[in-house]
């Protein structure tokens, strides 16, 4: 079993920036891959940014490219996403989650953190 717990949401203006991390604990030697996704109010979840946890490859959605990056480190194992140039379409609620092969889906997830952006 992997354990997620995510933090680091807030209030923040417009233009302003934010870091969470998503801790992993448990047999996180089997995760392949970490992502961060996120959910608005009325709206579905959807994908923000993943990385491979033994190589670091990253992926990013369109909407966050150039302005989100994902990170980690694996003697702490843990997962960041740094938040720059948030913009009020950016509140959400983030979660972080973990896939373990075989697994072709994100079946370990975090709480969720909160995080608004002022304009």
């Known amino acids: 079993q992997v354990q997620l717990v995510d933090s680091g949401g807030g209030l923040v203006q417009a233009g302003g920036s934010l870091r969470l991390s998503c801790a992993a604990s448990?047999?996180?030697?089997?995760?392949?891959?970490v992502g961060w996704f996120r959910q608005a109010p009325g709206k579905e979840r959807e994908f923000v940014a993943a990385?491979?946890?033994?190589?670091?490859?990253?992926t990013y959605a369109d909407s966050v490219k150039g302005r989100f990056t994902i990170s980690k480190d694996n003697a702490k194992n843990t997962v960041y996403l740094q938040l720059n140039s948030l913009k009020p379409e950016d509140t959400a609620v983030y979660y972080c989650?973990?896939?373990?092969?075989?697994?072709?889906?994100?079946?370990?997830w975090g709480q969720g953190t909160q995080v608004t952006v002022s304009s």
């Open positions: 448990g047999r996180t030697y089997t995760i392949s891959d």
């Open positions: 989650a973990a896939r373990r092969p075989p697994s072709s889906k994100f079946d370990y």
């Open positions: 990385i491979t946890w033994s190589l670091g490859s990253t």
